[in-house]
T-cell receptor, first 111, second 115 residues
Framework: QKEVEQNSGPLSVPEGAIASLNCTYS??????FFWYRQYSGKSPELIMFIYSNGDKEDGRFTAQLNKASQYVSLLIRDSQPSDSATYLCAVRMDSSYKLIFGSGTRLLVRP | EPEVTQTPSHQVTQMGQEVILRCVPISNHLYFYWYRQILGQKVEFLVS????????KSEIFDDQFSVERPDGSNFTLKIRSTKLEDSAMYFC?????????????FGPGTRLTVL
């Protein structure tokens, strides 16, 4: 069974701090990695994608991928209360275009 | 910015009834997906569709489910005889050409309630 694991949280950080969200995946053949943000009752909204080992930065967000450790993370700098949401890690495995989602980490940013 | 749209936003039905959930993918996208999310649970893949046929489906997508692209813009999910356990948010997603980014963009979802 191919799995994507996330700590369910909640992860509570003060406004302005760095939030660090982590995800591990079981299939070494995984090709593409995505972070989606989901507000309660809403649909997943793409934050970032990453394909290669290393860091990828987009504004306040940095995705980090380590394929050897089967680990992907998302850093949110200067966290804002509006960042409070559930962050979903999704993985696309080789030979398939379906996404396998983790259960999500709930982030709370305290004003 | 182009987006995926879904109708209705909320559908209430009686157990055993048929429902059709509708999606309009992003206009130049060629790959279409349905996912569902039972309250408090993970987003789960149901089916992918390309070139007017199913390219992949999950164990959830049994004979009660079907998908169709009846015209050039709509993509539908039909549940033939709904069960209580079909109550969930259903998300449509679409993706552009292979070789470009394989990012899937999600619609706002249809909340299906089976009574």
């Amino acid at each position: 069974q191919k799995e994507v694991e996330q700590n369910s949280g909640p992860l509570s950080v003060p406004e302005g701090a760095i939030a660090s969200l982590n995800c591990t995946y079981s299939d070494r053949g995984s090709q593409s990695f995505f972070w989606y943000r989901q507000y309660s009752g809403k649909s997943p909204e793409l934050i970032m994608f990453i394909y290669s080992n290393g860091d990828k930065e987009d504004g306040r967000f940095t995705a980090q991928l380590n394929k050897a450790s089967q680990y992907v993370s998302l850093l949110i700098r200067d966290s804002q209360p509006s960042d409070s949401a559930t962050y979903l890690c999704a993985v696309r495995m080789d030979s398939s275009y379906k996404l396998i989602f983790g259960s999500g980490t709930r982030l709370l940013v305290r004003p | 910015e182009p987006e995926v749209t879904q109708t209705p936003s909320h559908q209430v039905t009686q157990m055993g009834q048929e429902v059709i959930l509708r999606c309009v993918p992003i206009s130049n996208h060629l790959y279409f997906y349905w996912y569902r999310q039972i309250l408090g649970q993970k987003v789960e893949f149901l089916v992918s569709f390309y070139n007017n046929e199913i390219s992949e489906k999950s164990e959830i997508f049994d004979d009660q489910f079907s998908v169709e692209r009846p015209d050039g813009s709509n993509f539908t999910l039909k549940i033939r005889s709904t069960k209580l356990e079909d109550s969930a948010m259903y998300f449509c997603a679409s993706r552009g050409l292979a070789g470009a980014t394989d990012t899937q963009y999600f619609g706002p979802g249809t909340r299906l309630t089976v009574l």
